[in-house]
């Protein structure tokens, strides 16, 4: 089994990149983010408990992901592989998946960031803000994002660069061009 996380800043096209990966492989598309609001739409007892806290104004508990995360593993044990998309974003996360993934004889195979330099992402964000109407990203919010995003990820990158399982690739292109870098990475690794 071939178990990717796709890193990313807000802006780099790594939701797109990871959805046209696992289709090309026939791996599971992992979205965190999709799941919350999969559980919660279909009144499921975790997406009841996520719900709960989405409401207190709180973030899901890394145990709670962590949950989940065990959760789609044991549904999906056939599987090719599985691309992990918004997930870990804090180094309590990366090390509870490794044990998670342990449970089930498994590991991380491979780290992949898509490298953007600043001044694109914040262009390509707020093209998106403007074409979704949302006018709270504002130039500021968005370099803000983007610092936060840097802060937390620095101690992910740090963890599997020990582990040589960290890669950076560049995301500035068009989708196809990246898709195809994306893709002679993962060739070489599997």
């Not at 780099?12 to 696992?22: D, E, H, L, S």
């Not at 026939?26 to 279909?42: A, F």
């Not at 408990?49 to 709670?64: H, R």
């Not at 803000?144 to 963890?159: A, M, S």
């Amino acid at each position: 089994m071939f178990n990717l996380i796709l890193f990313g800043p807000p802006g780099t096209g790594k939701g797109t990149q990871a959805v046209k990966i696992a289709e090309k492989y026939g791996w599971v598309h992992v979205s965190t983010g999709d799941i919350l609001r999969s559980e919660v739409s279909q009144g499921t007892p975790l997406g009841l408990k996520v719900k709960a806290v989405m409401e207190a104004g709180q973030l899901v508990s890394d145990e709670l992901l962590i949950e989940i995360m065990e959760s789609v593993f044991g549904k999906n044990m056939g599987a090719k592989g599985f691309v992990l998309d918004g997930f870990p974003r804090t180094l309590k996360q990366a090390e509870e998946l490794d044990d998670m993934l342990k449970k089930f004889g498994e590991k991380i195979s491979s780290v992949l960031s898509l490298k953007v330099d600043e001044e694109e992402l914040v262009k390509r964000l707020l093209k998106r803000a403007q074409d979704q109407g949302r006018k709270d990203d504002t130039e500021e919010v968005i370099k803000n994002r983007l610092l936060q995003y840097h802060q937390h990820t620095k101690p992910l990158i740090d963890y599997y660069e020990k582990k040589k399982l960290f890669q950076e690739v560049i995301g500035v292109g068009g989708i196809e061009d990246i898709f195809n870098t994306l893709c002679s990475v993962i060739n070489d690794k599997l």
